[in-house]
Structure formats: C-alpha cells, structure tokens
C-alpha cells in the first residue's frame, strides 16, 4: 500500500496568519498520462464527518473559500491556509486515490495560537 | 442536495455480525462509485472498501479482507456492508463516502454509524 505521512502532526497559527501542512507518499501519485496527481485534502471539524476541500492535488472543491489552496506533485504536496480563521480549526486530512487501496495521512490538528 | 444515511450500527460482540446500510438521494445513485471509511475513536481515517458504480468491481483494506463484503443495489440506491467475524479493533465510526465527479475522490460523506465490538 502507499504510506501517507503528514507533517506536522498538530500546529498551532495566529488568526489572519499562514498554515501550511505537508503531505508526503511513499510512491508517486503522478499519472502521465494525463498529468494529474491522484490526490485529495480534507478537513474535518470536531464532531462532524469529514469535508473534501481540495481534489487533483491543486482543484478547490465547489464552495470552499479560496484561502485554501493546494500545490505539489510526484510524492511532495501542501495544503495551505493563507489567512488562518477561527472555522479552519480542524484535523486536516491527504488521501491517495491512485492505488486501488486509498489510504490516507494520519491527519494533521491545527489550532489556533 | 446529497445525502448518504448509514444504518445499522450497535454494539455485536466479538466474533459477531453486523449489517451497515446507506440509503443515498440528491444525485444519480447508479453512476457513482461507493466506499466505506471507518475512523477508530480519537483516530485517523482508515479506507476500507470501495464499489465501481455498476458493481463490478471491488476492493478491500488488508484490515477486512474475508471478513467484510461491500454490495449494492442501484435499484434502491443503496450500498451495504457486511461484517462478519467482528474484533474489538472493528469499533469504529463506519462512514459511507460516494466518489467524485471526474475521479476516486472522497466527495460526500455520511454522517457515520457507530460500530462497536465488545463482551
């Protein structure tokens, strides 16, 4: 199976400052073919299901505020929070979608300072 | 708007069956891929299995191999999954999860069943 590891596992960000969480697989997710990475970044606050915010690596899902962003590729990625609000307080999540075995990163709990 | 309901959690004891269903509405049931994630009390995500839309095809974690089988019934719109020889590990938030549009991403989620394993 492909290993996801995240880091760091938890942060702690100022209001209004950046957050930014890496994401790492053990194998590249990158499909030539097409160009296009096979992954995916949640976030899911206390006590609800988790939320997709970003899929392809880089595309925003519909609705999500565009302070979210995520950029990498191969086996390198990043979720970032350009301007950290008290709703973004969350465990953030990467998950794989290129093997058959989704796996995902063992999440990543972001706080505020 | 999508939905996805789980039913069918409660507490088995070891070695013991269980039955999770999902009932979905709001999009077109017989077009999307299924999964189910599970998520261990005050742990990560785990994938367990997923679902092609025609029914075709379906994978498994290492974790439930042999033990879980994912169906479904386009029909009813629904997705199952059977859960037999149950361990105390199992406990868990069993969430339903419908693919994406363009790809195997997790787009929608349910709001979870607990399963719990336990004499």
């Known amino acids: 199976d492909i290993v996801m590891t995240q880091s760091p596992d938890s942060l702690a960000v100022s209001l209004g400052e950046r957050a930014t969480i890496n994401c790492k697989s053990s194998?590249?997710?990158?499909?030539?073919?097409?160009?296009?990475?096979?992954l995916a970044w949640y976030q899911q606050r206390p006590g609800q299901p988790p939320k997709l915010l970003i899929y392809?690596?880089?595309t925003r899902e519909s609705g999500v505020p565009d302070r979210f962003s995520g950029s990498g590729s191969g086996t390198d990625f990043t979720l970032t929070i350009s301007s950290l609000q008290a709703e973004d307080v969350a465990v953030y999540y990467c998950q794989q979608y290129y093997s058959t075995h989704y796996t995902f990163g063992q999440g990543t709990k972001l706080e505020i300072k | 708007e999508v939905q996805l309901v789980e039913s069918g959690g409660g507490l088995v004891q070891p070695g013991g069956s269980l039955r999770l269903s999902c009932t979905a509405s709001?999009?077109?049931?017989?077009?999307?891929?299924m999964n189910w994630v599970r998520q261990a009390p005050g742990k990560g995500l785990e994938w367990i299995s997923y679902i092609r839309s025609s029914g075709s095809t379906v994978y498994y974690a290492d974790s439930v191999k042999g033990r879980f089988t994912i169906s479904r019934d386009n029909a009813k719109n629904s997705v199952y999954l059977q859960m037999n020889s149950l361990r105390a590990e199992d406990t868990a938030v069993y969430y339903c999860?419908?693919?994406?549009?363009?790809?195997?991403?997790?787009?929608?989620w349910g709001q979870g069943t607990l399963v719990t394993v336990s004499s």
């Open positions: 392809w690596a880089s």
């Open positions: 709001g999009f077109t049931f017989s077009t999307y891929e």
């Open positions: 194998q590249s997710v990158l499909v030539s073919s097409n160009n296009k990475n096979y």
């Open positions: 999860v419908r693919g994406g549009e363009s790809g195997s991403y997790s787009a929608c």
